[in-house]
Structures are given as structure tokens and as C-alpha cells.
């Protein structure tokens, strides 16, 4: 993919933001939209296929999807990125439908207050999978239990930091930043 820079709105300091293609946000979007699927294919599993377990892939699927829109309500009217092409995932152009514009200076504070809302998502799955793999283990099952938790805590993390939050001219406030990055060394 091409990297396009053009000056706009978004430009801090008279230096031009990086702008992102719709597929380029979607790429960024990929590890999320993974987690989210392979962790209802987990309770799935982790149920035997019941219907408790589709029960809970559905909820989680749509907790999942629900999150991107706390984030995009709560969190993305307070960012720099906000009503622009410059965010990675593509939340800051669509955050407007649902939010006015709000102070940049909150960001650090709005980030901290909401992002434990979605923090469960990590770790749903893996509970839900490792019970039913204690009481009854399945190759299977072990295997997407893996899966999930190298893309969720190692390539979700990496795709962020290394490369969308790396040029984003919050970095050094963002708690995301400050502690994923930090903690990565
Ligand atoms: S960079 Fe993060 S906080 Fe900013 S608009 Fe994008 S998703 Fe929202």
C-alpha cells in the first residue's frame, strides 16, 4: 500500500499527517475483527457446539462490535485524529456520526476512563476456552486457544504500536503508548 501525505486540517504544526486508504484502515482493523472471530469460535467450541455456546459467540461478537463504538463515542471526539483521514482504523472519520467534536487536551483522560470497557475481550476466551480444555482436553480447541493469544497479545499490540500509533502525535501523552510501548521495550 502506498503511503499518501497531503496537507489539510490535519496537519500539526504546518507538517502534513499521514491519511489512510479505506483499505489500509481495514488492514489496521484486521487483528481486532481476528480476535473477535476466533474468540466466538472459541466459546463455540468451549461449549461443544450447544446452543449455550452460540448463545455467548453471539453476545461476544456483538460486544466486540459494540466496543469499536464505545471507543468511537467515548474516546475518538477527544482525539486529534477526530473528523480525519489520519486515523489508523479509520474511527476518527466515522466518530462524527455519533459525536460533536470535544477537547484534545481530555484525550489522555477519556482514554484511561473507557478503554477497561473493552479490556474483556481479551481475556473472555481465554477463560471460557481453558476451562472446558482442563475438564476435557481437544487438540482442537488447544490450538485456537493459541492462536487467539499470539494475535491478540502479540500481533494486536505490535500492528498498534509499531505502525499506526507510531506516527500519531499523541504518542507521547496516550497511555496506550505509554505503557504497551514501554512495557514491549
Ligand atoms: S487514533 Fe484512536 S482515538 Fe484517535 S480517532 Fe483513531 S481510534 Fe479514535
Given at each position: ?19 489512510y ?46 466496543g ?8 475518538c471526539?477527544?482525539?486529534?485524529y ?26 489522555n ?77
Amino acid at each position: 500500500m502506498a503511503k499518501q501525505t497531503a496537507p489539510d486540517s490535519n496537519s500539526q504544526g504546518g507538517e502534513a499527517m499521514r491519511q489512510y486508504s479505506p483499505a489500509q484502515e481495514l488492514i489496521n482493523n484486521t487483528a481486532y475483527i481476528v480476535m473477535i472471530l476466533l474468540g466466538s469460535v472459541i466459546l463455540i467450541a468451549g461449549y461443544g457446539g450447544s446452543a449455550g455456546g452460540w448463545i455467548s459467540a453471539i453476545a461476544y461478537l456483538a460486544y466486540g462490535i459494540a466496543g469499536s463504538v464505545w471507543i468511537m463515542v467515548f474516546v475518538c471526539p477527544y482525539c486529534r485524529y477526530f473528523k480525519t483521514r489520519s486515523c489508523p482504523c479509520g474511527y476518527g472519520h466515522i466518530s462524527p456520526l455519533f459525536r460533536a467534536k470535544g477537547t484534545v487536551e481530555c484525550f489522555n483522560e477519556k482514554f484511561k476512563k473507557h478503554i477497561p470497557v473493552i479490556i474483556p475481550l481479551w481475556f473472555i476466551p481465554i477463560v471460557a476456552g481453558v476451562v472446558p480444555l482442563i475438564r476435557n482436553f481437544t487438540l482442537p480447541l488447544l490450538v485456537l486457544l493459541i492462536i487467539f493469544a499470539i494475535n491478540a497479545f502479540v500481533i494486536l499490540p505490535l500492528v498498534s504500536t509499531k505502525h499506526g500509533c507510531k506516527e500519531c502525535p499523541q504518542k507521547d501523552t496516550c497511555p496506550w503508548m505509554k505503557y504497551t510501548i514501554k512495557q514491549a521495550g
